[in-house]
């Protein structure tokens, strides 16, 4: 009987193996590895499992792993094994996130009890989850892809119906605005969700070893291949692929990356074989491709099939009315990052945030909302504000386009904490019932989707 899945993570190896024996006898479902850094690409936001952890590891010790984790989804349980001069450690990693530890020398019984009680939180997490969605309640989505613009609800529907498919997709957008959020999105609504999600930076690869990373490669392939070396594709069975930035990818391996969408196959270097791959891919762009393919630089057979399916997501420009929600959002979640007392913006702060263009998009939103949370402003050092001659650059749309959507944001920002009840709506906000019924009106507000029940 299979009692739930976990993945195990020491860099010692004889008490890894022990250890995995262990679980495995007392019917577990046991991944290990000795390689932290790859356990994130195998964790979805739908993750039917628990990670246990050594808390001292060279390369990414316990308590990094379980941050990059919890990155993903909060609610994913993470154990620690601890020494017993590490239990102090232990103790600050339980009020930052971790849901238990274990102290070493521990034995197969006790370790197998805290992993099952950890595993029945992690389905009953799942199960509320699910019944959430089906009550009509806000689903996990909302929650990654923040915002009430007709822009952002209209991305996450496309989301919901193009990430259970099969279809390879091509998502275009600025730098910043989310692509890969996006990306793990799909997955995750996709039957790959327990598979692993590779993310792949196609710009970041050296050309002359991005097809032995992609494709892996046999002992002798090339001066210094010692071993047998799967690529990126194998390590991605079963699950999905995402090429980001894949404009930056060098022509000559857009050939070959081109056989491997069109068949399936890959051949590592060095190798006459091909092996089947059965994965998903999911192609990043910052800018639209078909201008790299009128300009030769893209080929424009593999645009083609990378683009069975695309989305764009929007720049915050296009989706200002969010900017304020989006703000707070990130606001609480870099002050329970460093550990402080969130703050709430304050309207000055609202308007000067509707005031600028974020060129960096979310990205650059994230970092303002770090900034602030650590009592640094929302500018960056040494960055200032310039102003025109009627005292306003920098501010985009018109005065009276900037006030309504700090409305909107303010009467939303209330429903919110209000459960839908208008009353403690407009006694919050100093207004009489029959106006806030107005401007709800103007502003396209849905006093429905705010509603507890």
Same mark, same amino acid.
């Given at each position: ?6 993945? @195990? %993570?020491?860099?010692?190896?004889? &008490? =890894?193996?022990?250890?995995? *024996?262990?679980? $495995? !006898?007392?019917?577990?479902? +046991? ?92 389905? @009953? %997490?799942?199960?509320?989850?699910? &019944? =959430?969605?089906?009550?009509? *309640?806000?689903? $996990? !989505?909302?929650?990654?892809? +923040? ?93 999905? %692929? ?14 070959? !990356? ?196």
């Amino acid at each position: 009987m299979n009692r739930g899945r976990i993945l @195990l %993570v020491d860099d010692d190896t004889d &008490l =890894r193996l022990s250890t995995a *024996q262990a679980l $495995d !006898l007392a019917g577990f479902d +046991v991944t290990d590895s000795d390689q932290p850094e790859d356990i994130p690409a195998l964790i979805s936001f739908g993750f039917n499992g628990i990670v246990v952890t050594d808390i001292r590891m060279p390369r990414l010790d316990g308590i990094s792993l379980m941050n990059q984790i919890h990155a993903l989804d909060r609610e994913i349980p993470v154990i620690l094994i601890t020494g017993h001069s590490d239990v102090q450690l232990a103790v600050r990693a339980m009020r930052e996130g971790a849901h238990d530890f274990i102290e070493k020398p521990f034995s197969g019984t006790q370790l197998a009890e805290t992993c099952a009680r950890a595993l029945d939180y992690r389905r @009953l %997490v799942l199960e509320n989850r699910v &019944l =959430r969605a089906a009550a009509g *309640q806000k689903d $996990d !989505l909302e929650q990654r892809l +923040v915002g009430r613009s007709n822009a952002i609800v209209d991305l996450r529907r496309r989301v919901r119906t193009i990430g259970p498919a099969e279809a390879d997709v091509l998502i275009i957008g600025d730098t910043g605005t989310g692509k890969e959020v996006v990306a793990r999105a799909m997955h995750d609504l996709s039957s790959r969700a327990a598979k692993p999600f590779i993310a792949i930076d196609c710009a970041a690869l050296p050309e002359t070893q991005i097809e032995s990373e992609l494709f892996g490669h046999e002992p002798g392939a090339f001066p210094g291949a010692m071993r047998t070396r799967y690529g990126r594709f194998e390590h991605a069975r079963g699950g999905t %692929v995402l090429l980001d930035d894949i404009g930056s990818m060098p022509m000559a391996v857009q050939g070959k !990356l081109l056989r491997v969408i069109q068949e399936r196959t890959i051949q590592p270097l060095g190798s006459n074989e091909t092996r089947p791959v059965d994965i998903r891919f999911i192609a990043t762009s910052r800018t639209p491709l078909e201008e790299e393919v009128n300009e030769g630089r893209f080929r424009a057979d593999l645009f083609y099939r990378l683009a069975v399916v695309s989305l764009t997501v929007p720049p915050l420009t296009a989706r200002r009315e969010d900017i304020p929600l989006l703000f707070a959002r990130l606001l609480t979640e870099a002050a329970a990052r460093h550990r402080i007392d969130p703050v709430t913006p304050s309207p000055t702060m609202v308007e000067a945030l509707l005031g600028r263009d974020w060129p960096g998009n979310v990205r650059e939103l994230r970092n303002a909302a770090e900034r602030t949370a650590l009592g640094l402003g929302i500018e960056a050092p040494g960055e200032t504000t310039t102003h025109g001659e009627d005292g306003d650059a920098g501010r985009a749309g018109k005065l009276s386009d900037r006030v309504a959507a700090f409305e909107k944001s303010e009467i939303e920002r209330a429903l919110l904490a209000s459960g839908g009840a208008l009353k403690p709506v407009y006694e919050s906000l100093g207004l009489s019932r029959k106006t806030l019924y107005e401007k709800m009106q103007k502003l396209g507000i849905d006093k429905s989707q705010y509603s507890d029940s």
